[in-house]
């Protein structure tokens, strides 16, 4: 099943069905006003929504045409916003940045950070920055969406809470990271607003694709129609979705409609830019830059300017399977001046 959130002119919008070839859609407004309704009752709710998804694929309804630039983040406001760092060869790469702490590259337990989740962005929502000189960068993620988890849940409790999948753009200004880790209680203002895609399916309609608490789908990133990087989301997880959730629980509830990201997907491989059409690539332009200075001793990948374009989208048999985030960098001056 899945599902998106459509722009009716209020905070968290309109809960939506969508066809499994993402053309058509149907209101959910009888079940549940808004995705964080349906999270709330789900268990009471979600075989109506398949029903009504049924009826929608089986042309029992005739739907509405679908068009992602009418979605909003599937939760534009959320409870919570929590990303984790299931990937190690992502932090392995980006360790020797300034403000990373080599001692925190442990394979024991997943870093965490907690991020503003009170106005997630649309996946067409420009990118914006106060200075075209903050190192803005874009961070391609697989995202999941749980229900209610009791404090120190077993891994058991953390993956049958798993209630959607998607994926997001962790956006970082690159220049503020340091600044934030030494002089404040670590990232904030290096983490604006983060964009997810249009779409959100439920774990059992992606078939073979999700196991093992895991979306084993390449996450395609393009920049100003460019292959930047296409690394397998399942390949090189230390740290499955199971995992972040109990690390996240392990002082704490977690309620129904927290996001959890696995971090930057990121593969072992010894590429660099420009890479081929079958190749792999990155998500995000810190680990390749960082690769650059390894292999030619500096950086050659310019970090996004204004007016460049991002696409990202989790692939499978040439579809996006949750719709693109596309997005694209706008310098916007303070409010006031």
Known sequence: MKLATLKNGRPDGQLVVVSTDMTRFVSAGRIAPSLQAALDDWAALVPQLNALADQLEAGAIAG?????????????????????????SHLERVRSLKGSKDEQLQSTRPLLYQGGSDSLSAPISPILATDPDLAVDFEAEVAVIIGAVPMSATREQAAAAIRLVTVCNDVSLRRLVLDDLQNGFGFFHAKPATAFAPMVCTPDSLGGAWRDNRLHLPVRVEVNGTLFGQPNAGTDMHFDFADLIVEAARTRSLGAGTIIGGGTVSNRHDESLPIKRDGIGFACIAEARTVEKLKFGRARTPFLKPDDVVRIGAMLDAQSVFGDIVQTVVIASPAGR
């Open 64 to 88: 509405q045409v679908f068009d992602p630039s009418m979605a909003l983040a599937p939760l534009p406001r959320a409870y919570q916003w929590i990303d984790g760092s299931g990937y190690l």
